[in-house]
């Protein structure tokens, strides 16, 4: 009895036995595959499931970080300018007064709808005929 329990003592002080205790640090590049599967195949997997991983990261950092607050920018550019037109339009002279030129609604035959002088995308805001 006491001899294997020397022996057994014997086999917990040898490297081979502590080892897979002992901290190992990946100072060499790893594949993280031992064995039969440490194949080309599947190193080769493994890189494109991280660069996969690493990319999908970066689109995403980029759409909440880039692309929110473009839109938000281009948003308040947008009504700005939505201001500016309307309050520019508040100078012009009334649609009656304005003169309408010969390229301007032209009308080889009349439309099926409505009084057949108005387009399909007409704004009586904006748009204006005079009729002779």
């Known amino acids: ?7 057994f ?3 917990l002080r040898s490297p081979a ?3 897979p205790a002992q901290r190992r640090f990946a100072s ?3 594949s993280g595959f031992h064995g039969a599967e440490d194949n080309a195949f599947n190193r080769e997997r493994k890189a494109v499931k991280d ?3 690493a990319t999908s ?5 980029l759409s909440i970080y880039a692309t929110i607050p473009a839109l938000l920018i281009a948003g308040a550019n947008a009504y700005r300018l939505w201001n500016e037109h309307w309050e520019h339009w508040e100078h012009l002279e009334p649609l009656e007064e304005r003169p309408e030129y010969p390229y301007q609604n032209l009308r080889i035959r009349n439309f099926f709808w409505g009084d057949g002088d108005k ?3 007409w704004n009586d805001k904006v748009n204006y005929h005079k009729k002779q």
Do not use: I
Request: proline content about 0%.
């Open 57 to 61: 990261d970066l689109w995403r950092k």
């Open 1 to 7: 009895m006491l001899r294997n329990s020397q022996r």
């Open 119 to 121: 387009t399909l995308f």
């Open 9 to 11: 003592a014997a086999k």
């Open 17 to 19: 036995v502590r080892q």
């Open 28 to 30: 060499a590049e790893s």
């Open 51 to 53: 660069h996969a991983a």
